[in-house]
Nanobody, 120 residues
């Protein structure tokens, strides 16, 4: 079993910043990529940012230049630094991990989500 736990969500004013963290634990053998997704009410879950094992990052168009994803390989953690937040960034943010467990089985794992509300 692989578990992901997110933290750091909350209420912030427009223009403010938040830092989300995701800690992965359990039977992890190799992480291929960690990502952050978000889902607003009535909308689909969309990818926000991804980072590969090698450190290559990709971002959704709406967050480029404002959000930064990072990973601490040895600690199996991923952070999402969110700056210049806008009301349209409000959503539940989910951590995602793709990789292999200790049985060499491919997995696509999700955290429980953390709520971000951007409002004055």
């Amino acid at each position: 079993q692989v578990q992901l736990v997110e933290s750091g969500g909350g209420l912030v004013q427009p223009g403010g910043s938040l830092r989300l963290s995701c800690v992965a634990s359990g039977n992890i053998f190799s992480i291929v990529a960690m990502s952050w997704y978000r889902q607003a009410p009535g909308k689909e879950r969309d990818v926000v940012a991804s980072i590969t094992k090698g450190g290559t990052t990709t971002y959704g168009d709406s967050v480029k230049g404002r959000f930064t994803i990072s990973r601490t390989n040895g600690e199996n953690t991923s952070d999402l630094q969110m700056n210049s937040l806008k009301p349209e960034d409000s959503a539940v943010y989910y951590c995602n991990l793709r990789g292999y467990d200790t049985n060499f089985k491919w997995g696509d794992y999700w955290g429980q989500g953390t709520q971000v509300v951007v409002s004055s």
